[in-house]
């Protein structure tokens, strides 16, 4: 083994250019499949493991009958009036209504200018559903979404930004000349993608400021995200009545049964709204948990899964070019590999000595790989994208880049090796 | 020159060729369906807006007083802006192209509810000078007067109070096709109004629905009542764009309570609104690079070392007669043979990926003219490659010949 390590050296100091040339084509390749293997792994990954095969999204059709087409997609978000008589019905183990918002923060302090901040109003289930980690106090009761109350949870770097590292539990944020008692502060919790509302982004951060949805009502604090009327709405798209799609509604089933029990209470309600002649359209109801919703919706950019169509694509072309070039390496050596052979060294004995030629530059081309989808992946941190920060190689990541790089060069290798072991030995000997 | 001993070399070599051939077709492919998605995104990027893109500034203001009449502080704070030396016009909007917001709501031409002929459009709604300032252009009626202008609040109570409005060319094509538009009713929600002028072009701030809905929006003669976060839209002379936006934002922050959120050029909007196309493009083009590069190093190798092998050959070739220039024709014919069976191969392989893509990301079908691109960009590049190994195997010298290896 030892000899032919020193053997692939000789060859490599022999061919010095197309050596390299052969090791950075491999690396090329790596790097940027990696890169971008890296970006779809992280865009397509699972924002909550271990939970979101129980964390349902609930569909309904409240339009009227104008464009109705049967078995259509119904609407992706809910009616105000629906979503709180939903919550209201308390029918699943956990449930919350949410919707996203802005308003302008006053620090009340002389040094800090006011900014704007990024709003959700949800209820008190928002927090235990999704496994959200406070970093002191906790959610609010229900008794207190029910009683409109003026309390907040807020994120670290708020209270870090606004009470500087004092505990800001029991102290007070001002939004919109509004005071809200903050009750609890998050640890730092950045689900990927954003999947309870993609509207406002599906890659983007996670709120600054949450609050109780009755009370974003009362105070009549601005939302943000999509809504979509379908007849005219008066003077407010967001009462209680409005024919408005808004709201978005979870909730945590915890087996297929307690599921399949919730789809039955769906249709039933859509039923009774029909009867009571809100809804015109006959039941139509979708519950998907988080993989199918995510997959539903397919949140990962299509640009995305084009660069690493791409990036793989490149990788064969490199690959190709280094088995072309490795072929014509080893068998320009025939009459070297005759003379061995007809010295009494097996196929087998040949066939190893350039596989692990070829290993050594596979070996070679991975490492410089690894290290350009670093680069890649710092280029990639570097663009204006939501996700952008995101971008960093993890274990699964790396071992996949190492599989990846073993695999790829023995691919390159094996068939020129094979090549090289068939030369028969006395054929070679003969003089041209 | 024949092909016939060229062939029977490649033959013998014929996995070593096969292979640089299929590196040349996935080359050649790949380069042919790249240059067709760049020119896309080119495209795209390039579709006209429909206002004065450089000459636009947009300030995102909040902090406005709840309790005080609303209209009153945005009227003032257009007062102060117009003041600013520079500035040419003024106006709120509810929405700006390229933004982040969009208002949109469906028009139709009837009010039958089986009506099918509707359109989701995009709607600008803004104060009465929102027409000069955004550099609108009309193809056919006229502007608003100021009489038709009501408050949104009054527009929202009554709704039969919106009377008119404009649409874009792009609107009137989907709903009358090959005729006027001027003059026709259409409903948006339950009451009509009336189109009394046809723009050229005016964007929508989002393509949520498609591309092909880039065009469809609308003017409605409606102030917007003040939200808590509001937009400015100010037009001035292309090269005091920086100064007036920075006077304007100074301006505006010494309003009572103001607040300037964001302050942008319309182009650093536009920019920023086509940065994932234009990374795309740039990615297309350095991936479309390196192929090439690639592609062209291993025929460099291949034909070294077929020069190397072929020596003796080539010596006896020089001493029967043969001159430099035939022995360099020989490997660029050889070349170009071996590049003209990998493009033929690669255009098919091209139309397959097309394909491919056609049926997951909705790409339109490859148009003939990319296809030599791909092939003229190989042929070009084999040629430079092979040109180094054959002026080598140009000079071997005669005597090789003689020579027992």
């Not at chain 2, 009506?115 to 459009?121: A, G, I, T």
Request: glycine content about 6%; aromatic content about 8%; hydrophobic content about 45%.
């Amino acid at each position: 083994m030892l000899y032919y390590l020193d053997l692939a050296r000789r060859s490599f100091a022999r061919n010095r250019v197309l050596t390299s040339l052969m090791v950075v084509a491999i690396a090329l390749g790596i790097g940027t499949s990696m890169t971008t293997l890296t970006v779809l792994y992280l865009l397509s990954s699972d924002p909550l493991p271990g939970k979101s095969d129980r964390l349902y999204h609930v569909q309904l059709d409240p339009m009227g009958k104008e464009g109705y087409h049967p078995g259509e997609e119904p609407h992706l978000q809910l009616t105000r009036y629906d979503a709180e008589t939903l919550w209201r019905a308390r029918r699943a183990k956990h449930q919350a209504l949410m919707t996203g918002g802005y308003g302008v923060a006053d620090p009340q302090r002389a040094e800090l200018s006011s900014f704007r901040v990024d709003l959700r109003y949800t209820s008190a289930d928002f927090f235990t559903m999704f496994d959200v980690p406070f970093a002191r106090g906790g959610p609010w009761s229900e008794r207190e979404d029910d009683a409109r109350a003026r309390v907040a949870v807020i994120a670290k770097e708020l209270a870090e930004k606004l009470f500087d590292g004092v505990d800001a539990v029991g102290r007070t944020v001002r939004i919109d000349q509004h005071d809200l008692v903050i009750v609890g502060v998050l640890e730092r919790w950045r689900p990927t993608p954003h999947f309870y509302d993609l509207h406002t982004g599906a890659y983007d951060e996670v709120e600054q400021v949450f609050l109780p949805f009755s009370t974003s009502r009362e105070l009549e604090l601005e939302r943000s995200g999509s809504i979509d009327c379908w007849s005219e709405t008066g003077p407010a798209s967001t009462g209680l009545h409005a024919p408005c799609v808004w709201i978005q509604f979870w909730t945590q089933l915890d087996s297929p049964d307690e599921a399949a029990a919730y789809r039955d209470f769906l249709v039933s309600y859509s039923e009774e709204q029909q009867r009571a002649g809100r809804f015109q359209r006959p039941p139509n109801v979708r519950l998907r948990n988080v993989t199918e919703w995510l997959d539903f919706r397919q949140v990962v950019p299509s640009d995305v899964r084009l660069q690493t169509w791409l990036a793989f694509a490149f990788l064969a072309v490199c690959l190709l070019n280094t088995v072309g070039l490795l072929l014509a390496k080893f068998l320009r050596r025939s009459r070297e590999i005759g003379v061995r052979r007809a010295l009494g060294a097996s196929r087998r004995a040949i066939f190893a000595q350039f596989l692990v030629e070829a290993g050594c530059v596979g070996l070679a081309g991975g490492v410089l790989g690894l290290g350009l989808a670093w680069l890649g992946l710092w280029v990639v941190r570097q663009q204006p994208e939501q996700y952008a920060s995101l971008a960093h190689l993890d274990a699964t990541m790396l071992a996949t880049n190492f599989v990846l790089a073993i695999a790829s060069s023995s691919i390159a290798g094996l068939f020129p090796a094979w090549r090289a072991a068939r030369v028969p030995p006395a054929l070679q000997l003969k003089s041209q | 020159m024949s092909f016939g001993p060229i062939l029977s070399a490649l033959h013998r070599h014929r996995t070593a060729a096969a292979l640089i051939v299929l590196e040349i077709a996935f080359t050649c492919a790949m380069v042919s369906n790249a240059f067709f998605l760049v020119s896309e995104r080119l495209n795209r990027m390039n579709r006209p807006s429909g206002v004065a893109e450089s000459e636009l500034l947009v300030l995102q203001v909040t902090g406005f007083d709840k309790t005080s009449k609303a209209q009153a502080q945005t009227q003032e704070d257009l007062a102060v802006l117009s003041a600013i030396p520079g500035v040419r016009e003024v106006a709120s909007s509810r929405q700006v192209p390229f933004g982040d917001s969009s208002w949109n709501t469906t028009v139709k031409l009837s009010q039958d509810p089986t009506q099918e002929s509707r359109v989701n459009v995009s709607t600008y709604l803004g104060s009465p000078n929102l027409f000069e300032t955004l550099g609108l252009k009309l193809a056919a009626g006229r502007d608003f007067t100021r009489e038709e202008y009501v408050e949104e609040a009054d527009a929202l109570a009554t709704p039969n109070t919106t009377r008119s409005l404009i649409i874009t060319r792009a609107v009137a094509e989907r709903l009358w096709p090959g005729q006027s538009a001027l003059g026709q009713i259409l409903y948006m929600g339950n009451y009509g109004v009336r189109v009394i002028g046809v723009l050229e072009q005016l964007v929508r701030p989002d393509e949520l629905s498609g591309p092909t809905h880039f065009e469809l929006s609308v003017v409605l003669p409606v102030r917007p009542q003040l939200k808590p976060v509001d937009n400015y839209l100010i037009r001035t002379e292309p090269e005091r764009r920086q100064e007036v936006l920075a006077a304007a934002a100074a301006a505006i922050e010494r309003r009572p309570g103001r607040l300037v959120v964001r302050q942008n050029t319309l182009e650093e909007l536009k920019n920023k609104y086509y940065r994932g196309d234009r990374a795309m493009a740039s990615l297309l083009v350095a991936v479309c690079a390196a192929l090439l590069i690639i592609t062209a190093l291993g025929i460099v190798g291949l034909a070294s070392f077929w020069v190397q092998q072929r020596t003796r050959q080539i010596g006896i070739r020089r001493a029967l007669g043969a001159t430099r220039g035939q022995i360099v024709r020989y490997f660029q014919l050889e070349n170009f043979l071996l590049a003209t069976i990998g493009i033929a191969l690669g255009m098919l392989l091209a139309y397959g990926i097309n394909q491919l893509l056609m049926e997951r990301y909705e790409l339109a079908r490859l148009p003939a003219q990319y296809l030599p691109v791909g092939a003229l960009s190989l042929w070009l590049s084999g040629q430079l490659a092979v040109l180094g190994p054959a002026l080598r195997a140009a000079s071997v010298p005669p005597a090789v010949a003689t020579r027992s290896v």
